[in-house]
Nanobody
């Protein structure tokens, strides 16, 4: 069964850090393009970070460049999103999805999401 399970969300103060993990089962993360997306209440889904299959080319959304880092662990079959210098506007449900490529949003497999709240 192909599945993605996110973990690591929670409540953090502005300026703090969180580390989100996406555990894959039923497929190998190296062979597929995996992205992190987020959706805040009343807003559409926004691309946060994406890592391409094979060569691991990385793309970040403009609002998180320099603050977030995506990485892939082949041994653990996970994709991780390290989030630093968090801001209240980063508050959203974060999803890990398998997509066709990093140029848009064309999901093949969707995770269930994990809530991130940035507030003092």
């Amino acid at each position: 069964q192909v599945q993605l399970v996110e973990s690591g969300g929670g409540l953090v103060q502005p300026g703090g850090s969180l580390r989100l993990s996406c555990a894959a089962s039923g497929f190998t993360v190296d062979l597929w393009t995996v992205g992190w997306f987020r959706q805040a209440p009343g807003k559409g889904r926004e691309g946060v970070a994406c890592i391409s299959k094979g060569d691991g080319n990385i793309k970040y959304g403009d609002s998180v460049k320099g603050r977030f880092t995506i990485s892939r662990d082949s041994a653990k079959n996970t994709v991780t999103l390290q989030m630093d210098s968090l801001k209240p506007e980063d508050t959203a449900v974060y999803y890990c999805d398998v997509v066709n490529d990093c140029s848009g949003y064309s999901p093949l497999v969707r995770g269930q999401g994990t809530q991130v709240t940035v507030s003092s």
